[in-house]
C-alpha cells in the first residue's frame, strides 16, 4: 500500500488546476484566475495542515478466531479501532503486515464498519479484501470507511475482519496495522501506523488416522479392554518376547516355534495401557533448515504432524501417551487416556520445535530395556544401517513397533543406505512406513498398522 505522496489523486488535479489557473492568468490578463487558483492552493494546503496539524488518536485491538490455528488452516482476524478526532475525515484505506507463513486468502470478503459509540447506530461498511496478488505473503488490505466527528461522542469505534491461511507452522507476528486516512474534501492523505503486532501460534496440521481397531489386548488400547477380557482363552493371550526372570511356566510354545524363538504369556490385560511416541530430532536425520526456524524443512513437517497425528490416535484410543525426543527426554506433559485437551496442548508445545545438532537415541535404548510398553511410535528422517542396528532392541520392549521414516529432502544425499537402513529395520520386527513429505498420513499408518504389515513403499 503505497502512499508517500502526501496528496490523492483528487488533491494532486486541484493542486495542477491552480498551477493552470496562474499560467492562464498570466497569459490572458484574467485577474479572476488568480483568485482560483489562490483558493484551490489554499484549500491543498489547509488539507494537508488539517491531517498532519490535529490530533487524530487511535488505537487497536487485535483477536484471532480460532486463537491457535494448525498449520494449512485459515483464521479470522479481527480488529477494533478506536479514533479520536475532533474532525471528521474521509475515506481511505487499511493494510495489515502479514509476516512469512501467514497469506491473506485472495477474495476473501473482509468487512469494515463505523460502529459508533454505545448507542450510536453504525454507518454502513464498505468491502475489504485481502490481497496476494502474487502469491506470496502480503499484506491484507481493505477500504477504511469515513468517519464523523468524535469531539461530543468521544471517539468513533471501526472494526475490521479479514480471513488468513497459516502456512507454516511457528509463532507468527501478525501486524502492525497501518492506516491512510484522508480529509473531508479528498485533497490530501496521511499514513500512519496503529498498534503492535500480536502473536499468532501456529501448531502441526493433526491429521485423523485410522483407529486400531484391529489390535488386539494389551495394543488395542483401553478404550477396548472390555471387549478383551472377556472369554479370555489361550487363544487370547498375547504373547511376547521372553525376558530373562520369567517363569518357564508362562512359555507360549506355540508362539516360540511360530517364531523362532522364546515367546512368554501376557499374565493379564493393562486397564491403563501405555504407548509412546518417539520424535527423533537429531541434525543428522533432517537438512539444515530444520535446525534454524520451524516450518522451513517440509520433510521435518511432515514429521512433527506425524507424531502429533499417532499421538492423538492413541489417546482417543484410550492410551497413556508419553511423547519423547530420541534421547528419552520429554517433549511434553504424559497424556491421559481421552484427555483430547491434553493433545492440543501438546501440539502448541511442538509448535516451535526444531531439529537440535545431537540426540543420540541410545539413552533411549537404555531407558526402555527393563521395561514393556503397548505400541511405541518412532518418527524419524534419514537412517543409516547403525541408526537401524541401535533401535533394534526396541523392538522387544513393544506390542506394536512402529517406525515412520520420513523421505529425505532433495538436498540429503541418502540415497540407497536410507532404503537398506529401512530394510534392516523392518527384518528386525519393525512395521516400517516410508512418509514422503506432505503425504498422505493416513494412508501411510493404515499400511503399517494394518495386520501382518511389515514394510510399506519407501
Same mark, same amino acid.
Do not use: K
Given at each position: 500500500?503505497?502512499?508517500?505522496?502526501?496528496?490523492?489523486?483528487?488533491?494532486?488535479?486541484?493542486?495542477?488546476?491552480?498551477?493552470?489557473?496562474?499560467?492562464?492568468?498570466?497569459?490572458?490578463?484574467?485577474?479572476?484566475?488568480?483568485?482560483?487558483?489562490?483558493?484551490?492552493?489554499?484549500?491543498?494546503?489547509?488539507?494537508?495542515?488539517?491531517?498532519?496539524?490535529?490530533?487524530?488518536?487511535?488505537?487497536?485491538?487485535?483477536?484471532?478466531?480460532?486463537?491457535?490455528?494448525?498449520?494449512? @488452516?485459515?483464521?479470522?482476524?479481527?480488529?477494533?479501532?478506536?479514533?479520536?478526532?475532533?474532525?471528521?475525515?474521509?475515506?481511505?484505506?487499511?493494510?495489515?503486515?502479514?509476516?512469512?507463513?501467514?497469506?491473506?486468502?485472495?477474495?476473501?470478503?473482509?468487512?469494515? @464498519? %463505523?460502529?459508533?459509540?454505545?448507542?450510536?447506530?453504525?454507518?454502513?461498511?464498505?468491502?475489504?479484501?485481502?490481497?496476494?496478488?502474487?502469491?506470496?505473503?502480503?499484506?491484507?488490505?481493505?477500504?477504511?470507511?469515513?468517519?464523523?466527528?468524535?469531539?461530543?461522542?468521544? @471517539?468513533?469505534?471501526?472494526?475490521?475482519?479479514?480471513?488468513?491461511?497459516?502456512? /507454516? /507452522?511457528?509463532?507468527?507476528?501478525?501486524?502492525?496495522?497501518?492506516?491512510?486516512?484522508?480529509?473531508?474534501?479528498?485533497?490530501?492523505?496521511? /499514513?500512519?501506523?496503529?498498534?503492535?503486532?500480536? %502473536?499468532?501460534?501456529?501448531?502441526? *496440521?493433526?491429521?485423523?488416522?485410522?483407529?486400531?481397531?484391529?489390535?488386539?489386548?494389551?495394543?488395542?488400547?483401553?478404550?477396548?479392554?472390555?471387549?478383551?477380557?472377556?472369554?479370555?482363552?489361550?487363544?487370547?493371550?498375547?504373547?511376547?518376547?521372553?525376558?530373562?526372570?520369567?517363569?518357564?511356566?508362562?512359555?507360549?510354545?506355540? %508362539?516360540?516355534?511360530?517364531?523362532?524363538?522364546?515367546?512368554?504369556?501376557?499374565? !493379564?490385560?493393562?486397564?491403563?495401557?501405555? *504407548?509412546?511416541?518417539?520424535?527423533?530430532?537429531?541434525?543428522?536425520?533432517?537438512?539444515?533448515?530444520?535446525?534454524?526456524?520451524?516450518?522451513?524443512?517440509?520433510?521435518? !513437517?511432515?514429521?512433527?504432524?506425524?507424531?502429533?497425528?499417532?499421538?492423538?490416535?492413541?489417546?482417543?484410543?484410550?492410551?497413556?501417551?508419553?511423547?519423547?525426543? %530420541?534421547?528419552?527426554?520429554?517433549?511434553?506433559?504424559?497424556?491421559?487416556?481421552?484427555?483430547?485437551?491434553?493433545?492440543?496442548?501438546?501440539?502448541?508445545?511442538?509448535?516451535?520445535?526444531?531439529?537440535?545438532?545431537?540426540?543420540?537415541? !541410545?539413552?533411549?535404548?537404555?531407558?526402555?530395556?527393563?521395561?514393556?510398553?503397548?505400541?511405541?511410535?518412532?518418527?524419524?528422517?534419514?537412517?543409516?544401517?547403525?541408526?537401524?542396528?541401535?533401535?533394534?532392541?526396541?523392538?522387544?520392549?513393544?506390542?506394536?513397533?512402529?517406525?515412520?521414516?520420513?523421505?529425505?529432502?532433495?538436498?540429503? /544425499?541418502?540415497?540407497?543406505?536410507?532404503?537398506?537402513?529401512?530394510?534392516?529395520?523392518?527384518?528386525?520386527?519393525?512395521?516400517?512406513?516410508?512418509?514422503?513429505?506432505?503425504?498422505?498420513?493416513? !494412508?501411510?499408518?493404515?499400511?503399517?498398522?494394518?495386520?501382518?504389515?511389515?514394510?510399506?513403499?519407501?
Amino acid at each position: 500500500m503505497r502512499a508517500r505522496w502526501p496528496l490523492t489523486v483528487r488533491g494532486t488535479g486541484a493542486l495542477a488546476l491552480a498551477v493552470a489557473c496562474f499560467v492562464a492568468a498570466q497569459s490572458f490578463g484574467i485577474a479572476e484566475l488568480v483568485y482560483v487558483g489562490a483558493l484551490l492552493v489554499v484549500a491543498v494546503v489547509a488539507s494537508v495542515a488539517v491531517l498532519h496539524l490535529v490530533h487524530r488518536g487511535a488505537s487497536v485491538v487485535r483477536s484471532f478466531d480460532p486463537d491457535i490455528v494448525g498449520a494449512g @488452516g485459515t483464521v479470522d482476524v479481527r480488529l477494533r479501532i478506536e479514533l479520536r478526532s475532533p474532525l471528521p475525515s474521509g475515506p481511505g484505506r487499511w493494510s495489515d503486515a502479514l509476516p512469512d507463513g501467514i497469506r491473506g486468502i485472495p477474495g476473501a470478503p473482509g468487512t469494515s @464498519g %463505523a460502529l459508533g459509540t454505545p448507542g450510536t447506530p453504525g454507518a454502513p461498511g464498505t468491502p475489504g479484501v485481502p490481497r496476494a496478488d502474487d502469491g506470496t505473503p502480503g499484506p491484507a488490505e481493505g477500504d477504511f470507511p469515513e468517519t464523523a466527528s468524535g469531539m461530543r461522542t468521544g @471517539g468513533t469505534a471501526v472494526a475490521l475482519r479479514y480471513t488468513a491461511r497459516a502456512l /507454516r /507452522r511457528g509463532i507468527h507476528q501478525i501486524g502492525p496495522l497501518t492506516l491512510i486516512a484522508t480529509d473531508p474534501f479528498g485533497f490530501a492523505r496521511r /499514513r500512519r501506523t496503529v498498534g503492535r503486532p500480536l %502473536a499468532l501460534t501456529v501448531t502441526p *496440521a493433526i491429521v485423523e488416522l485410522p483407529p486400531l481397531s484391529e489390535q488386539p489386548g494389551d495394543a488395542g488400547g483401553s478404550m477396548n479392554s472390555t471387549t478383551d477380557q472377556l472369554g479370555q482363552g489361550s487363544d487370547n493371550l498375547i504373547p511376547r518376547h521372553y525376558v530373562a526372570g520369567d517363569s518357564m511356566r508362562r512359555i507360549h510354545w506355540r %508362539a516360540s516355534a511360530h517364531r523362532d524363538q522364546l515367546m512368554v504369556r501376557q499374565e !493379564e490385560q493393562e486397564t491403563t495401557p501405555e *504407548a509412546i511416541v518417539v520424535l527423533d530430532r537429531a541434525g543428522s536425520r533432517w537438512d539444515a533448515d530444520a535446525q534454524r526456524m520451524p516450518g522451513l524443512d517440509p520433510p521435518f !513437517e511432515t514429521a512433527v504432524s506425524a507424531c502429533v497425528s499417532a499421538a492423538a490416535r492413541l489417546v482417543h484410543e484410550g492410551y497413556i501417551v508419553t511423547v519423547l525426543d %530420541a534421547d528419552g527426554t520429554p517433549l511434553a506433559d504424559t497424556i491421559d487416556g481421552g484427555d483430547t485437551a491434553a493433545v492440543e496442548s501438546l501440539a502448541v508445545a511442538l509448535a516451535t520445535a526444531t531439529a537440535v545438532r545431537e540426540s543420540p537415541s !541410545e539413552p533411549l535404548v537404555a531407558l526402555l530395556a527393563s521395561t514393556m510398553t503397548g505400541p511405541l511410535v518412532y518418527v524419524t528422517g534419514t537412517l543409516t544401517e547403525r541408526d537401524a542396528a541401535v533401535l533394534s532392541p526396541l523392538v522387544h520392549h513393544s506390542i506394536l513397533p512402529v517406525l515412520l521414516a520420513v523421505t529425505p529432502g532433495a538436498s540429503h /544425499r541418502a540415497g540407497s543406505a536410507h532404503a537398506d537402513a529401512l530394510g534392516h529395520a523392518a527384518s528386525a520386527g519393525w512395521r516400517v512406513g516410508g512418509v514422503a513429505a506432505g503425504a498422505d498420513l493416513a !494412508e501411510a499408518w493404515a499400511g503399517v498398522v494394518g495386520r501382518g504389515a511389515r514394510r510399506v513403499g519407501v
